[in-house]
């Protein structure tokens, strides 16, 4: 065994998004850039932390340092480093169990203080890691520990039903430590790559390797089901379609399906691919809605609004500095809806029906008619128009057809969205360069 490698909580929690990304954590020389969301939600965790313990220490006086060489006695043990062969956890609080209530006379629970007003599995999966950890210790497993959110609320998790989840990644971490392995983990781009410290690393070895999971909506079980196949690149996946002819046309539509093997043909071919002719009707008036928030803190701190109406268009931006300014910048969005009753409002994604749910329940506010008005734009494209680029996201379209989020007060993101329905509008069954141009130009005249 190499007694140099440690496996810490934040190796295993690595493990548990991506074994690839915990072994580059523990042999690789690239420690990558750490995402700046993660940086400042770290940042929260410290200042929280402090603060949490500043003051628990003051409501309980009999709280002391934990020392790994007297772990007894007291009700509370603070700011744990525990250690246990390979594996080392931290934790912020070690609270004493009734003797009442346990097997054992001296067991102790876990609690660890975060950066987020949430809970996320990573953070579960954390107290998972060291409850096990403290069990080797004190010979029985906490059967419940608590996590503390940025708010203040103690979060009570079951842990016994967990660790037995967690059992394989310890295994194969534990193997690590006794050899490491000759070659990483296979590369597989998943949900967590934007936020890692790694994903410029891998996003290169699997653009460079014409990787399947670069596609947005590849799982992990159908690479498995096209490896069995023999096909281990988007090109080589390419190959599989096969345009299908109806003999007689269907009482009842199908569900709309995404075609994997059509988006890497696309890709390949850098052709746009229209496998159901969407349709839109035209409004003298037009409205494009963008809502930006933080799920974490459930905080809706910016409200885009494009209106186009004939050739001229007007842009609005409605800012909250605070969540106390929320409230006003939902009113002012409802109002400014309001001016046009008769025109459709435009979105992307599903992002901003939620928002405008949450914030009408919140703010008591009867939006039923403007919910009617929503028009989900990549509800025309998904399954039906399939762009060359790796997913349906406004920057991967906007990048194909010439679009870079450098105008000022990120205005693209709306024009983009004019485009891609003008896009819609067209009647060619396989658009190629000559309609890439034409959507160039729509949105040189548009920028103007």
């Known amino acids: 065994m190499s007694p140099e490698i440690i496996i810490t909580s934040e190796v295993f929690v690595a493990y548990s998004q991506c074994p690839r990304k915990a072994f580059l954590m523990l042999f690789s020389d690239d420690k990558g850039t750490p995402h700046d969301y993660y940086r400042i939600i770290e940042e929260r965790k410290r200042t929280h932390k402090t603060e949490y313990l500043e003051i628990f ?50 067991i102790y629970e876990p609690k660890i203080i975060i950066g ?28 419940v520990g608590t996590i503390v959110g940025m708010d203040g609320k103690a979060h009570r998790v079951k842990l016994e039903s967990g660790y037995k989840s967690i059992n394989l990644f310890l295994k194969n971490l534990q193997a690590w430590v006794e050899e490491k392995p000759i070659e990483p983990p296979p590369l597989i781009l998943n949900k967590h790559c934007p936020s890692c410290q790694f994903r410029d690393l891998c996003r290169e070895q699997a653009v460079k390797e014409n990787n399947l999971s670069l596609l947005d909506r590849m799982t992990h079980k159908a690479i498995q089901k096209y490896h069995k196949k023999g096909i281990f690149t988007i090109h080589q996946l390419s190959y599989l379609f096969r345009l299908r002819r109806n003999k007689k046309k269907r009482k009842s539509k199908l569900p709309v399906k995404h075609n994997l093997e059509l988006q890497a043909l696309a890709i390949r071919e850098q052709k746009i691919y229209i496998q159901d002719l969407p349709e839109l009707s035209r ?9 930006e928030g933080i799920p974490d803190e459930n905080f809706h701190y910016l409200i885009g609004l494009l209106i186009c109406t004939g050739e001229n268009a007007s842009y609005h931006s409605f800012w909250a500095d605070t969540t106390d300014d929320e409230e006003s910048i939902w009113k002012q969005l409802i109002e400014k ?92 069954k396989y658009v190629h360069d000559a309609m890439v141009n034409s959507l160039k130009k729509n949105i040189r005249q548009l920028k103007k």
Not at 127 to 135: A, E, N, S, T
Not at 396 to 410: E, L, R
């Open 337 to 428: 809806i309001n001016e046009y009753p008769e025109a459709e409002i435009y979105h992307y994604g599903s992002y901003e029906v939620k928002a405008i749910n949450e914030l009408a329940k919140r703010y008591s506010t009867d939006c039923e008619l403007i919910k009617q008005r929503l028009i989900n734009l990549n509800s025309y494209i998904y399954g039906k128009v399939y762009f060359p680029t790796y997913s349906n996201s406004l920057k991967a379209i906007g990048d194909f057809i010439g679009i870079y989020w450098t105008v000022p007060n990120a205005l693209l993101k709306q024009f983009l969205q004019k485009s891609i329905k003008l896009f819609i509008y067209q009647p060619q």
């Open 283 to 291: 409004k003298p008036v037009e409205l494009f809605l963008d809502i």
């Open 116 to 143: 987020t007003y949430s809970i996320t599995n990573e953070q579960k999966t954390e107290l998972l890691f060291i409850g096990k950890i403290l069990g080797q210790i004190q010979k029985q497993l906490p059967a």
């Open 57 to 106: 220490q003051q409501e309980h006086l009999d709280a002391k340092k934990y020392d790994e060489n007297n772990f007894s006695g007291n009700n509370f043990l603070v700011e744990a480093r525990l250690k246990s062969e390979c594996w080392e956890a931290y934790c912020d609080v070690l609270t004493k169990v009734d003797a009442s209530s346990s097997r054992r006379n001296l």
